[in-house]
């Protein structure tokens, strides 16, 4: 596929549950970004990697959250012990370089905690 | 501290009627400012950004510094336009972009 894939599309954790969502970012971009968007509300950054370095985890919520992308290609988002306030969309994004290029979207992974 | 505003959530407009969506920005450096446009059951998608100084689907967006502004416009709305807008801005270390609420614009038949 030419585009961002996110998986699963859906996901319904139980209060307490760990669960890792993947993001395959389109092929040879540099930069990958992870959101939290809430509804009715914008996208809010997580964290950022550069290839395989995490160069800013400074949106991550809680230290529940972890982020990983071990070869700089896949990437997941792991969040222990879930809670009802973790409920939302996560939505991954990759550009080609750093900087000011365009960033392309996955459709998210829609994530309620119950 | 980096923010991104959009004081309308949602705006109604007629079919061929002219259309302004606002965004303004905090920002101590020199962002680059983008729009992401969402339509129904679609991703995120990027508009237009303002180095590109483009027109896309009749859209423009104007930088104003002074203003610390980047509104949105379009002289003749059209149905298919219908859809959430988000203003966005990516900082100088170009690791971060960061968005308003959204808007969200209705053109109306």
């Known amino acids: 596929g030419a585009g961002v894939s996110q998986s699963p599309r859906y996901k319904v954790a139980k209060r307490g549950q760990d669960v890792a969502l993947r993001c395959d970012p389109i092929s040879g971009h540099v930069s990958l970004f992870w959101y939290q968007q809430a509804l009715g509300q914008g996208p809010e950054f997580l964290t950022y990697f550069q290839n395989e370095a995490q160069l800013d985890k400074s949106g991550l919520p809680s230290d529940r959250f972890f982020a990983e992308r071990p070869e700089g290609s896949v990437s997941t988002l792991k969040i222990q012990r879930t809670q009802q306030e973790d409920s939302a969309v996560y939505l991954c994004?990759?550009?080609?370089?750093?900087?000011?290029?365009?960033?392309?979207f996955g459709q998210g992974t829609r994530l309620t905690v119950v | 501290a980096q923010r991104v505003t959009q004081p309308e959530k949602l705006l109604s407009v007629f079919k061929g009627a002219p259309v302004e969506l606002k965004c303004n920005y905090s920002?101590?450096?020199?962002?680059?400012l983008f729009w992401y446009v969402q339509y129904s059951r679609q991703r995120l998608q990027l508009l237009l950004r303002?180095?590109s100084r483009e027109s896309i689907k009749g859209f423009t967006a104007d930088l104003n510094k002074g203003e610390t502004s980047f509104h949105l416009k379009k002289p003749f709305a059209q149905e298919e336009d219908s859809a959430m807008y988000y203003c966005?801005?990516?900082?100088?270390?170009?690791?971060?972009?960061?968005f308003g609420p959204g808007t969200r614009l209705s053109v109306l038949p």
């Open positions: 966005a801005l990516l900082d100088n270390y170009g690791q971060n972009f960061v």
């Open positions: 303002h180095i």
């Open positions: 920002y101590s450096g020199s962002p680059e």
């Open positions: 994004a990759s550009s080609l370089e750093r900087g000011n290029t365009e960033a392309f």
